[in-house]
């Protein structure tokens, strides 16, 4: 990647600590804008507290971390995270809720006018393909492939340019999993957000990323553009992960 070229998240020479040892340290990266980025790794290396560290969940122990152009404040956090969508494993939706209260409750929470909430929310449900009747039934009532797509409309209501996804498709079958990820890849062509992606299946990351970001035991073993990645892998787990696929 280019120096001149756009990103939404900035590490430099950022580092966290956590219980007794450093998870990570020395991680300098820059995560394209308007691009998905798939982190992948061995358990532990430190996937989740990367994302952790994007929101301000976590504070590093060492170096920066930029976010959407600027420092992560230290107050008014909750506003900073507005910015940003996040979908984790599993839906996650609130069930005593209904669908259309479960998308539109922190636009609500922002003190968006009820016109402008209806009309993201329309337009999140078409855009995912789902029916706008589905927004009085309750998560119970859908089909886990309904409830991702809901999840992504709760994600994108705030009109984020950033979204963070935590292995969020990990826990749906396999022809449900290949439709969401179908259906995501066009959300993210339509709307040009950013969005950093959490997975351990090497299969969806190379099916969903433009950009490839390889973690090891004490931090980025190998990034870029994920062709490029792919095609010239020095390090060893993602070598081991491109000789097993092409094997299979």
Known sequence: MTSDQS?????????????EEWVFRSVDVRIPDAQITAVIGSSGSGK??????????YRPDEGDVE?????????????FRRK??????????FP???IESNITKLAKLSGWA???????????LDLTGLD??????????????????VSLCRALMLEPKLLLLDEPFSAIDAITRNEIQDAFIELQQKLAFSAVLVTHDFRE?????????????HGIEQHGALRDVINQPTSLFLRELVETEAEA
């Open 7 to 19: 990103h939404c998240v900035e590490f430099k020479n950022a580092g966290k600590f956590l219980g």
């Open 48 to 57: 989740t507290t990367l994302l952790r560290l994007i929101n301000g969940l």
């Open 67 to 79: 976010v959407l152009g600027e420092d992560i404040p230290q107050k008014s956090q909750h506003l």
């Open 84 to 93: 940003i969508g996040y979908a984790v494993q599993g839906a996650g939706l």
């Open 96 to 98: 005593h809720m209904t």
């Open 114 to 124: 009820p016109d402008r909430i209806q009309a993201r929310l329309d337009d999140l």
């Open 132 to 149: 706008v009747e589905m927004k009085e039934r309750y998560p119970h009532e859908l089909s886990g492939g309904q409830q991702h797509r």
């Open 205 to 217: 990351a190379t099916k969903l990323a433009d950009y490839l970001v390889v973690l090891g035991d």
